[in-house]
């Protein structure tokens, strides 16, 4: 459906190292950015395997200070409960703060597991694991 998602930065290398490890429980690994790449300092995730889609942050290249947009959401998809308990819970250690714990959310769907935080900059995320939702991670 995308080709990639990005969201500013003001802090790269803190933020990179929230991203490092919250997507490592997702199984998203960090891609090597391009040296000759003239954009402004960023990193970016993948799952192993598939070049697309991708996950970014970066500095906004305007130069104006990042910002987290209100009623912007980044959704994981995760493989598991456990995994979506995973990646709250390390959100939670790196400094991410809470904005609903994992539990089922049948609102959304019989079999829907979620948890959502935000980052250290305030950028919302949540973190689902739902078979019908998400077939190709089940």
Not at 65 to 70: D, L, S, V, Y
Not at 81 to 94: G, K, L, R, S
């Amino acid at each position: 459906m995308f080709s990639h998602i990005q969201i500013g930065a003001r802090d790269v290398p803190a933020l990179t190292l929230f991203y490092d490890a919250v997507l490592a429980t997702l199984g998203l690994v960090r891609l090597g950015l391009d040296e000759e790449d003239s954009s402004p300092s960023g990193a970016g995730w993948h799952r192993p395997g598939h070049y697309w889609p991708q996950f970014y942050i970066q500095l906004p290249i305007n130069g104006l200070p990042a910002t987290w947009g209100n009623g912007v959401q980044v959704s994981f998809g995760a493989h598991s409960v456990e995994q979506v308990n995973a990646a709250w819970q390390t959100a939670m250690q790196m400094g991410g703060t809470d904005e609903g714990p994992p539990g089922k959310r049948p609102q959304y769907g019989d079999d829907y597991y979620g948890a959502y935080c935000r980052d250290p900059e305030g950028n919302k995320l949540c973190f689902v694991f739902a078979k019908t939702l998400l077939p190709e991670l089940a």
